[in-house]
């Protein structure tokens, strides 16, 4: 049974930072790209982030560059996502995601990974 659990969400001041982890298990996991997206209230569900299977490549939605560092350690099962400069906008539940390497589609589109967390509430106050 695969499982992605994501935690490190909580409240912050705007400016502030969040460190937030995602443990895999159940799957191989160097076998997955991996990715961040978020939801706020009543938005579509967007990309935030992806990681390569290997961690060479790295995607960041424009909003976030600069900002967000996306990382992996294949060797714990767990994929990173820090978050500097928080903004009230970022405010929304953060989900990490898995998508098998040789599986189709793009890695922007939440339609193309195989696997999801739960998710968790980043809340950021201005």
């Known amino acids: 049974q695969v499982q992605l659990v994501e935690s490190g969400g909580g409240l912050v001041q705007a400016g502030g930072s969040l460190r937030l982890s995602c443990a895999a298990s159940g799957l191989t996991f160097s076998n997955y790209a991996m990715g961040w997206f978020r939801q706020a209230p009543g938005k579509e569900r967007e990309l935030v982030a992806t990681?390569?299977?290997?961690?060479?490549?790295?995607y960041y939605a424009d909003s976030m560059k600069g900002r967000f560092t996306i990382s992996r350690d294949n060797a714990k099962n767990t994929v990173y996502l820090q978050m500097n400069s928080l903004k009230p906008e970022d405010t929304a539940v953060y989900y990490c995601?898995?998508?098998?390497?040789?599986?189709?589609?793009?890695?922007?589109?939440?339609?193309?990974?195989?696997?999801w967390g739960q998710g968790t509430q980043v809340t950021v106050s201005s």
């Open positions: 995601a898995a998508k098998y390497k040789y599986s189709g589609g793009t890695y922007y589109s939440t339609n193309n990974y195989n696997y």
């Open positions: 990681i390569a299977w290997s961690g060479g490549n790295t």
